[in-house]
């Protein structure tokens, strides 16, 4: 089963609103998680580190303003894309290791959002 | 720097026939290795794992990798190619620093023709 989830699966809202998409690690506790960014037939593009406690950590050229992540707990990091522009319109995907699985990764489902 | 390259950006096979995806790394040291199977619209699906155990890796649905150090290579199998095998199929190294971030190829998508 899942070992990490995200939601909303997919999400679509109107340019200049803000949006949130979750990241869950289901049945363990994780300090750490990853955003990633995907445009169609590319691969994935890290985005940021979300680390439990403290701020984030952004990849170079992503802006922080626009893409707030918020780590509040063990097992949730959120990524709030705020004054979505139809640009923003993406796949984005969270991940996360699993303590105890030899540094594995275990990716969400991913998100897509659509800004119109 | 760290490096992960997939030769083919696209591999087209018939049911029935081997699969071979192709992945060379970068690395300063002995790196751990993954592939992913990404399917339409969905998430990244670990396929197996490399981490300096066994150089023969077997994963989930027939596929296996073997670990090549002295060719620096990684490259994923099958015996026997299923519909349900076409997807998106990416090659990651785990960074050095092991904060779990990782260092993508660019895909290679695995067409599968009846």
């Known amino acids: 089963g899942a070992v990490v989830s995200q939601h909303p699966s997919w999400v679509i809202c109107k340019s200049g609103t803000s949006v949130k998409i979750e990241c869950r690690s289901l049945?363990?506790?994780?300090?750490?998680m990853f955003w990633y960014r995907q445009f169609p037939k590319q691969s994935l593009m890290l985005m940021a580190t979300?680390?439990?406690?403290?701020?984030?950590?952004?990849e170079q050229g992503v802006e922080k303003d626009k893409f707030l992540i918020n780590h509040a707990s063990l097992t949730l990091s959120t990524l709030t894309v705020t004054s979505a522009h139809p640009e923003d319109s993406s796949f984005y995907i969270c991940?996360?290791?699993?303590?105890?699985?030899?540094?594995?990764?275990?990716f969400g489902e991913g998100s897509w959002l659509t800004v119109v | 720097a760290q490096s992960v390259t997939q030769l083919d950006s696209h591999v087209s096979v018939s049911e029935g026939t081997p699969v071979l995806l192709r992945c060379n790394y970068s690395s300063s040291y002995s790196p751990s290795l993954f592939w992913y199977v990404q399917h339409p619209n969905k998430g990244l699906q670990l396929l197996l794992k490399y981490t300096s155990a066994a150089t023969l890796v077997k994963g989930i649905n027939g596929f296996e990798a073997e670990f090549k150090k002295s060719e620096t290579s990684f490259h994923l199998t099958k015996p026997s190619a299923h519909m349900s095998d076409a997807a998106e199929y990416f090659c990651?190294?785990?960074?050095?620093?092991?904060?779990?971030?990782?260092?993508f190829g660019q895909g290679t998508t695995l067409q599968v023709k009846p």
């Open positions: 979300s680390n439990e406690g403290s701020k984030a950590t952004y």
């Open positions: 990651v190294a785990a960074g050095s620093s092991n904060t779990g971030k990782l260092i």
């Open positions: 049945d363990f506790q994780a300090t750490t």
């Open positions: 991940s996360a290791s699993r303590p105890g699985t030899g540094n594995t990764i275990y």
